[in-house]
């Protein structure tokens, strides 16, 4: 089954503590990107990636860092998270060809409080 | 860079009318242009998307948008809805080199039975 997978789904975790938010994608897709969804604002984009190796920021990069050492995973870093960045978290995939291109393929989201 | 408005936060339509989404965005440059739905609880699903050709794009479950350039708008409509199209929406425009994408706020769409 196609799909894009993020763990953990809920996480509750206090101010400074790094954690990492782990997506992987099983449709050898070339872009993979971080979205937050927070109410009244919609999704913004964190961070992207073109393909391996190849990261860009989005409209919301600040307190985030992204990887991309494998075609199929793309992990969300929290260095040292803060409360202004508890929220709901996406993770989402496409392909630039064929008939399914720029067609995002979202994962089922993470649920992060910082406390 | 791009923006979308959706200005309408919250649509309540009573099930079998007809209803509108609006879209608009901002942008010089040519984009590409997506409607997302996301049931509660869940992802967003893409619902029809825009490239290139016919400026008229349909979904499978009969939502369809239109493309209009000179208005740069991309509403959403429906001649019929059903209950389970109680949902939120949310659109989308991308520059077409398909890398940053940008969402609008989202419209919440009650259908009342």
């Known amino acids: 089954e196609a799909q894009v997978t993020q763990n953990p789904r809920y996480l509750i975790t206090v101010t400074g503590k790094k954690l990492t938010v782990t997506c992987s994608q099983n449709?050898?897709?070339?872009?993979m990107s971080w979205y937050r969804q927070d109410p009244g604002l919609g999704l913004r984009q964190i961070y992207y990636?073109?393909?391996?190796?190849?990261?860009d920021k989005g409209d919301v990069p600040e307190g985030y860092k992204v990887s991309r050492k494998e075609k199929r995973n793309f992990p969300l870093i929290l260095e040292s998270p803060s409360p202004n960045q508890t929220s709901l978290y996406f993770c989402?995939?496409?392909?630039?060809?064929?008939?399914?291109?720029?067609?995002?393929?979202f994962g089922p989201g993470t649920r992060l409080t910082v406390t | 860079a791009q923006s979308v408005t959706q200005l309408d936060s919250q649509v309540p339509v009573f099930e079998e009318a007809p209803v509108e989404l609006r879209c608009n965005y901002s942008?010089?440059?040519?984009?590409?242009l997506f409607w997302y739905v996301q049931y509660p609880n869940q992802g967003l699903q893409l619902l029809l998307k825009?490239?290139?050709?016919?400026?008229l794009v349909e979904s499978i479950n009969g939502f369809e948008a239109e493309f209009n350039k000179s208005q740069t708008s991309f509403h959403l409509r429906k001649p019929s809805v059903h209950i389970s199209d109680t949902a939120e929406y949310f659109c989308?425009?991308?520059?077409?080199?398909?890398?940053?994408?940008?969402f609008g706020t989202g419209t919440s769409l009650t259908v009342i039975p």
């Open positions: 989402a995939s496409s392909s630039f060809r064929g008939q399914g291109s720029y067609e995002q393929y």
């Open positions: 449709m050898n897709h070339e872009y």
């Open positions: 990636s073109m393909n391996v190796e190849v990261t």
């Open positions: 942008s010089s440059v040519s984009v590409y």
């Open positions: 825009y490239l290139s050709g016919s400026t």
């Open positions: 989308a425009v991308s520059r077409n080199t398909g890398n940053q994408f940008y």
